[in-house]
């Protein structure tokens, strides 16, 4: 079956500190990744997106994220946490049709 | 900038009334999506159109239906609305990256 998993449901790192969040995927091809951001009470927000070429992509307020094809994962990274980056984060896949997987979300808590 | 705006923020009803929620879009999108979400269960597919008056079901359907009479606004209808309908709704539409408005919070009392 088709799914996303994100194994941490919840993550705290001081500010400053860096910050990766755990995204596997069950397909059995390369679907397109994404990762997406909710802050309290609102919708989400796209970060960033993978659907082919360079493993390492690059998405707003400096998150990056690594495919790895071998390990199907899509983690998402950012070097230093801002005390604003504190929010709840999908991984998400879609493989037809605009339809798409989502995980869970893991909440981010920062640390002053 | 993409646009997807909901008809409310907040909304209380009583059970049993008929709700509706509309979701409008303004990038010609030909997908539009409605989700539920709820403390540890994510976000779950009620329905989604991939064209105007198109629709398919998604996880779960039970107790909405959905409207699309033109291609930017996608309706969420509740028909008989109860407690446990109480949730986050988010609209979104898009091709592969999807759009998502800001949610309605209904209560159903």
């Known amino acids: 079956a088709q799914s996303v998993t994100q194994p941490d449901i919840h993550i705290t790192v001081s500010e400053g500190a860096s910050l990766e969040l755990r995204c596997n995927y069950s397909y059995g091809a390369t679907p397109y990744l994404f990762w997406y951001v909710q802050s309290p009470g609102q919708g989400l927000q796209l970060l960033l997106k993978y659907f082919s070429g360079d493993t390492l992509v690059q998405g707003i307020k400096g998150f990056e994220a690594e495919f790895k094809r071998s390990q199907s994962s899509f983690n998402l990274r950012k070097p230093s946490v801002h005390w604003s980056d504190a929010a709840e984060y999908f991984c998400a896949f879609n493989t037809n049709a605009g339809k798409s997987t989502f995980g869970d979300g893991t909440t981010l808590t920062v640390k002053p | 900038d993409v646009k997807v705006t909901q008809s409310s923020r907040y909304l209380v009803k009583r059970t049993g009334e008929k709700v509706f929620l509309e979701c409008v879009q303004d990038m010609d999108h030909e997908n539009m999506f409605w989700y539920r979400q709820d403390p540890g269960l994510g976000l779950r597919l009620i329905y989604f159109?991939?064209?105007?008056?198109?629709?398919e079901k998604g996880d779960i359907p039970e107790g909405y239906s959905v409207s699309r009479e033109k291609k930017e606004r996608f309706s969420l209808i509740l028909e008989s609305a109860s407690t446990n309908q109480t949730s986050m709704y988010l609209c979104?539409?898009?091709?592969?990256?999807?759009?998502f408005g800001p949610g309605t919070r209904l209560t159903v009392t």
């Open positions: 159109s991939y064209d105007v008056k198109m629709k």
């Open positions: 979104a539409s898009g091709g592969n990256e999807q759009y």
